[in-house]
């Protein structure tokens, strides 16, 4: 089993909040984890952007997130959930998506009940898939799960966009009766909506905290009073260093080097340059 797996259930069954920067690459999630946070979530938006440049409207593959997915998980030892959209076609593509995310060592995967080709949460033109197939998404998931994967299933809907609130509700029981370990009502509108659904649903339930989305951004300790389990930054990292690539790409394009960066040995130390060369001295002293 994957100690990972074992190391989420036991952040959920603990009692407070958990933060949870998303990351896109090897670098970004070793930063999450050198800052102290306990997980990391591989957002699909983020991706796709840092990947391909390329818009979350499931331009990005399987493969290429199975493969972004393993950079990842080499570059870090705290639980990563990675994003498994909409399962890549039907229930059988679920279960392959579901075993290859486990195998490369994810310790929760997220899947939804977007129409394909699925759009990012918070943009216009969604659409969702009639309930028995959403339900059998999460079903085939679970049913993986419970086959020896054993990787933690986190169900999402987008319902609440496109069929309204009591719509999204159903779903999420639906997919808690299913046996889903985590819940995500993607984009409630207000906070009302929001306790609502925690005070509604049991179970481990994510917050989705986007700057400038559909949902409100509220403070980790109110997050937790409302009931939810993990509060996820899905951009704010991509979203920061594009600003600060920017910064500096317009001061070298006005002759000046850019002051505000992490130093030579700073670099060489997060991406383990010393303890590389350590090693290789091991054997010239053999």
Known sequence: MNPSIEKLKNLLAG??????????????????????????????????????????TGLISYGEMLDQGRAILEAVGIPVIGDGDTGYGNVANVRRTVEGYARAGFAGIMIEDQVAPKRCGHTRGKAVVERAEACARIRAAVQTRDSGAGILVMARTDARATEGFAEALWRMQAFADLGADILFLEAPQDEAEMERFCNSVPGPKMANMLEEGVTPILPPARLAELGYSIAAYPLTLLATAVYAMRVALADLAAGRTPERRVDFGTLRDIVGFDAHDDWLASFDRR
């Open 15 to 56: 009692p407070d909040l958990l933060t949870m920067p998303c990351c896109f690459d090897g670098l970004s999630a070793r930063l999450v984890e050198q800052a102290g946070f306990p997980l990391t979530f591989m957002s699909g938006f983020a991706v796709s952007a840092a990947r391909l440049a390329r818009p979350d």
